[in-house]
């Protein structure tokens, strides 16, 4: 029972990332909002303000569910005035602490993004030598949020979740001071801290019918596809990309793009290739029994495993890939889940309990289960 992963009496004791991760399960396990356990959830999340980026994005997540469940499982555009006062004080939070396009895990929590633009101006995402006037405005731009990061860092797992709440808030009617150009960096961020090289690789792709925007990505009129996927920061600082970064940054340009309402066909091309290469890099290192390439970042604990299968199901929503190589992501990741599920419907943690106990664990494996990412976070927010 999904129910059983949170318990009123014990959950509160975790930061509030935690428990709205775990309330973001059970409303996608069917649990009805009406739940004292959601309540009170609810209740909770309202009277406390994030302190951390993945408290906020997780909890903008939740936002979005629970208010949908409560509305029959239809987007709600216009929430009540306490729920939107939270949504948007949560979302300026985060929008704070988006330094050149990329987050860590606090933010400074101002009202908004904080770097100014020139309305009349594009900001043009061009890639490496196609510098123009507009590239490098934004690229000083891009720069100058980034040194206003005291601890010089991101890493693309803050940043995913702060894309996703972000895009949450956004599905709710919800936007941020400066979004415009916000999300146009965040765009530029990923697009840059992408891997710049890999070797080539005959993609297979086997799209769902009739998925809303589905893409195809097999671009045959374009240079054949390489792996490249993204590591835990920037991509200059040598880390191997591995698999819960790759998802995480794919999800981030998917998500990212779908709020620029002004891409240039050329643009459009470039973050389309990004995807294609990245579905690529999935490919050459294709596993549902681990987080793949994890052990070269410095031992990372095989606890990543189900935040790895978490990240393969929102790439496989968000693009409509079915499968990849003759791989069916749903169809390996639900057999290995339904084997590894105890008896009394949980999923045993690690021993290292990091990142993932048992109610971590067990999350990630309903989400998954659930196909919890839907389409829209991939498409305009106004859609």
């Not at 973001?24 to 739940?35: K, M, Y």
């Not at 797992?157 to 709440?165: D, R």
Request: glycine share 10%; with cysteine.
């Amino acid at each position: 029972s999904p129910a059983g992963i949170m318990h009123a009496g014990q959950v509160y004791r975790f930061p509030i990332g935690r428990p709205a991760l775990l309330g973001l399960a059970l409303l996608e396990g069917r649990v009805p909002p009406s739940d004292p356990v959601l309540v009170q959830l609810w209740e909770k999340l309202l009277a406390k303000p994030p302190v951390t980026t993945y408290e906020a994005g997780v909890g903008l997540l939740f936002a979005e569910a629970y208010l949908r469940a409560c509305n029959g499982g239809r987007r709600v555009t216009k929430p009540s005035n306490m729920s939107r006062e939270w949504m948007r004080k949560t979302a300026d939070y985060l929008a704070s602490g988006c330094y050149g396009g990329g987050w860590t895990y606090h933010c400074p929590g101002a009202a908004g993004y904080s770097i100014g633009e020139d309305p009349k101006q594009r900001y043009s995402l061009n890639g490496p030598g196609e510098e123009s006037g507009e590239d490098a405005d934004l690229a000083k731009l891009a720069d100058e949020s980034a040194a206003k990061n005291l601890s010089k860092d991101h890493d693309h797992s803050n940043s995913q979740y702060a894309v996703l709440g972000l895009k949450a808030a956004s599905l709710c009617g919800v936007k941020v001071k400066g979004s415009r150009l916000m999300w146009r960096m965040v765009v530029h961020h990923f697009l840059k801290d992408q891997e710049a090289k890999g070797p080539e690789v005959d993609l297979k792709l086997t799209r769902e019918e009739g998925g809303r925007g589905s893409e195809d990505y097999s671009m045959e009129d374009e240079p054949k596809p390489r792996a490249r996927g993204w590591s835990y920061g920037e991509a200059s600082d040598r880390s191997p990309a591995y698999g819960t970064m790759s998802a995480a940054g794919m999800t981030a340009l998917l998500v990212a793009q779908s709020e620029v309402e002004d891409l240039s066909g050329g643009e459009k091309r470039r973050i389309k290739l990004a995807v294609r290469d990245c579905l690529a890099w999935f490919q050459q290192n294709w596993s549902v029994d681990k987080n793949p390439l994890s052990e070269k970042f410095g031992g990372m604990p095989p606890g990543a495993h189900y935040y790895h299968l978490y990240g393969l199901e929102r790439i496989g929503m968000l693009t409509q890939v079915r499968a990849i190589a003759g791989h069916a992501w749903y169809k390996e990741g639900a057999e290995l889940l339904l084997k590894a599920q105890a008896a009394d419907g949980h999923w045993p943690g690690t021993a290292e309990a990091y990142p993932e106990d048992n109610r971590i664990k067990t999350a990630f494996a309903i989400l998954f289960l659930a196909r919890s990412t839907r389409e829209d976070y991939a498409v305009r927010g106004n859609d």
